[in-house]
T-cell receptor, first 116, second 114 residues
């Protein structure tokens, strides 16, 4: 079955520190992978996506993610976190059309807190 | 600017009343979606629509209904049959329903039923 796991429910980092949010997926074919960010009380915004090619993808707001097929992972990274990065982050995998989960399957999210 | 508009931002209703949440998009996207978000549960799909006058149930469709009479609009009705309707509701759209089609989200409606 297709699924996405974000092992960390909540992470706290200090401002200026590096960040890595973990995402593992289960999908039988070549995955299409996405990271979204949600500020409190807002909708989700697309940070970056991976379809094929270079396994290191760059996104908005200084984020990047690396696709590792052997580990079924698509971890999100940022070298230096800013207080404005505090939000909830969702990883998603593109699913086959027609399923009851729609065309994207989301993980349950990781909430990021940033210490001054 | 193109985008998705959800209204209202906050909605309060008494138990037993139906309530309709609005979602309008001017992105010219074919597909539209409704998600429900509860703390710690991520996003759960309620309904989605690929084209006008067609829609499919998501994982948690019970107690909800939708219509898609216009490409731009995909209203969600939360009926009195929905046992726990208090939640944050997100509307989204995408160019198509292929698995490489990113979703674009509105800013949500928070529904509180007492």
């Amino acid at each position: 079955a297709q699924s996405v796991t974000q092992p960390d429910i909540h992470i706290t980092v200090s401002e200026g520190a590096s960040l890595e949010l973990r995402c593992n997926y289960s999908y039988g074919a070549t995955p299409y992978l996405f990271w979204y960010v949600q500020s409190p009380g807002q909708g989700l915004q697309l940070l970056l996506k991976y379809f094929s090619g270079d396994t290191l993808v760059q996104g908005i707001k200084g984020f990047e993610a690396e696709f590792k097929r052997s580990q079924s992972s698509f971890n999100l990274r940022k070298p230096s976190v800013h207080w404005s990065d505090a939000a909830e982050y969702f990883c998603a995998v593109g699913a086959r059309y027609g399923g009851s989960q729609g065309n994207l399957i989301f993980g349950k999210g990781t909430k990021l807190s940033v210490k001054p | 600017d193109g985008g998705i508009t959800q209204s209202p931002k906050y909605l309060f209703r008494k138990e037993g009343q139906n309530v309709t949440l609005s979602c309008e998009q001017n992105l010219n996207h074919d597909a539209m979606y409704w998600y429900r978000q509860d703390p710690g549960q991520g996003l759960r799909l309620i309904y989605y629509s690929q084209i006008v006058n067609d829609f499919q149930k998501g994982d948690i469709a019970e107690g909800y209904s939708v219509s898609r009479e216009k490409k731009e609009s995909f209203p969600l009705t939360v009926t009195s049959a929905q046992k726990n309707p208090t939640a944050f509701y997100l509307c989204a759209s995408s160019i198509g329903t292929a698995r490489n089609s990113p979703l674009h989200f509105g800013n949500g409606t928070r529904l509180t039923v007492t």
